[in-house]
């Protein structure tokens, strides 16, 4: 069975800090690889995605992720942190199977603080 | 569009009572999917479907039951509730399997606790 890491399960930034979330996952085939943010009371929504193509994919409010299909990792970035990224990040992976219905395998999640 | 909805927001249940968690999206997407997630933990697929009349187990199926008879709602029953069945219940859709099409579009959760 697929599994989905994240290095970290709490991060605390403090403002205009640079920010790398790791993500490891260990299915072998084809993948689509996707990023969840939850912010504080709200349900899950997608920061961005990968299928195919170029391996750095940008997403919404200045995310960005990078697909390196060696080290079977997806890791999130962010120049410059704000106070409203205070969030938890969700790493999630898809087998692209060409017609199946698969769910998403996620990892457990970073809980990220961003100190004023 | 509403998107994903879901009722109730949350619940208390006393064991061995049984509730049905309500799913509802209008997107007109034939699949649908049930994750919980536990503190501290991703979510977890239950079950999924990938259209009216038909469904699937998912990773941790046991203590619960769904039906499609619509391409819009995809309810989830507890039989007979647990303790180990509080969580936070997350229902999803996704239009298709075409590439580009896989991405999941979440509902605001139901929070059930079992006591």
């Known amino acids: 069975a697929q599994s989905v890491s994240q290095h970290n399960h709490h991060v605390i930034l403090s403002e205009a800090a640079s920010l790398e979330l790791g993500c490891n996952y260990s299915y072998g085939g084809t993948v689509n690889l996707f990023w969840y943010v939850q912010y504080p009371g709200q349900h899950l929504q997608l920061l961005l995605k990968y299928f195919s193509g170029d391996p750095l994919v940008k997403g919404i409010k200045g995310f960005e992720a990078e697909f390196i299909k060696s080290k079977f990792s997806f890791n999130l970035r962010k120049p410059s942190v704000q106070w409203s990224d205070t969030a938890e990040y969700f790493c999630?992976?898809?087998?692209?199977?060409?017609?199946?219905?698969?769910?998403?395998?996620f990892g457990k999640g970073t809980h990220l603080i961003i100190q004023p | 569009n509403a998107g994903v909805t879901q009722t109730p927001k949350f619940r208390i249940l006393k064991i061995g009572q049984s509730m049905t968690l309500q799913c509802t999206q209008d997107m007109n997407h034939n699949y649908m999917y049930w994750y919980r997630q536990d503190p501290g933990m991703g979510l977890k697929l239950i079950y999924y479907?990938?259209?009216?009349?038909?469904?699937d187990k998912g990773e941790v199926p046991n203590g619960y039951n769904v039906s499609r008879s619509t391409t819009e709602d995809f309810p989830l029953r507890l039989e007979l509730a647990a303790p180990s069945q509080t969580s936070v219940y997350f229902c999803?859709?996704?239009?298709?399997?075409?590439?580009?099409?896989?991405?999941?579009?979440f509902g605001p959760g139901t929070r059930l606790l079992v006591l």
């Open positions: 479907s990938v259209g009216a009349g038909i469904t």
């Open positions: 999630a992976v898809m087998k692209y199977s060409g017609g199946g219905a698969d769910g998403l395998t």
């Open positions: 999803a859709s996704r239009a298709g399997v075409g590439r580009g099409e896989e991405t999941q579009y």
